[in-house]
């Protein structure tokens, strides 16, 4: 049910239920690493097809979510380095965090996202050449009508030899995205791209699409540095991509 609520509801939401839903499932067999806190279970979450354990009571992450923050956390000197970071449709589970790292100076952007400092197009960003030193933007280009432009938009503004962290969903059996846009149902959608507001499913050819703008991409598995039972603790997908992206 969960996963049928506007995502602008659901941040608001979530402000007052998220606490009391966090201390209703506390228990031992999964650990939100965001957080630090163990949960009997996640809750089930997805349009195709419900997947069991994969939305966090505490901070309300997904699998993608948690897969991020470990590598951030682990590979990275997100936390620890001065960088100016543009956060495209901000997630909750990591906005307040973000907001108060003293090392980073943080700024969010959406079109209509209430967690946005900013309001506007991803495909005119207001802001100047090479401006951010860290760009995150995940689960966003699926949904827009014009992704090359929105992808020349983030090469734009990110700083050379800065990194961008541009996920989407992949159909990783498939090498060429799949678009068509006179599917206009949302049920039709949901089928098709996974999600009622999703104008495409990218295939394999996604990181080839971003190099053509000048990115230098690596497809990062990053689930693989985890053992099975880390997997399973911490609520991963074994096989989801996290697409660092580079501007040399």
């Given at each position: ?87 495209i ?21 959406d ?85 009622y ?35 399973i ?16």
């Amino acid at each position: 049910m969960i996963n049928t609520i506007p995502r602008p509801y659901l941040i608001w939401w979530s402000k007052f239920l998220a606490p009391f839903i966090d201390i209703f499932y506390r228990g031992n067999e999964f650990t939100d690493p965001i957080n630090g806190k163990s949960y009997r279970k996640f809750l089930p979450y997805g349009y195709v097809k419900q997947r069991d354990n994969a939305l966090s009571p505490g901070t309300l992450s997904l699998e993608r979510h948690r897969l991020l923050w470990l590598y951030l956390n682990n590979e990275t000197n997100f936390f620890s380095k001065t960088l100016k970071v543009l956060h495209i449709a901000p997630e909750q589970c990591f906005y307040n965090l973000f907001k108060n790292l003293k090392n980073i100076n943080y700024t969010t952007f959406d079109l209509n996202s209430p967690l946005a400092d900013i309001k506007g197009d991803i495909c005119n960003l207001p802001f100047k050449e090479n401006s951010f030193d860290f760009i995150l933007c995940n689960h966003v280009l699926e949904h827009i009508n014009d992704d090359k432009k929105a992808m020349k938009e983030l090469y734009r503004v990110l700083n050379k030899n800065g990194t961008a962290i541009l996920q989407v969903p992949i159909n990783q059996k498939s090498r060429k995205t799949f678009e068509d846009s006179s599917i206009v149902d949302k049920k039709e959608r949901i089928e098709k791209f996974g999600q009622y507001d999703h104008i495409r499913l990218y295939g394999l050819d996604y990181f080839k699409k971003l190099e053509s703008f000048g990115f230098k991409v690596d497809p990062l598995k990053y689930s693989k540095k985890f053992t099975e039972s880390e997997i399973i603790k911490y609520g991963l997908i074994k096989d989801e991509i996290i697409p660092v992206c580079k501007k040399g």
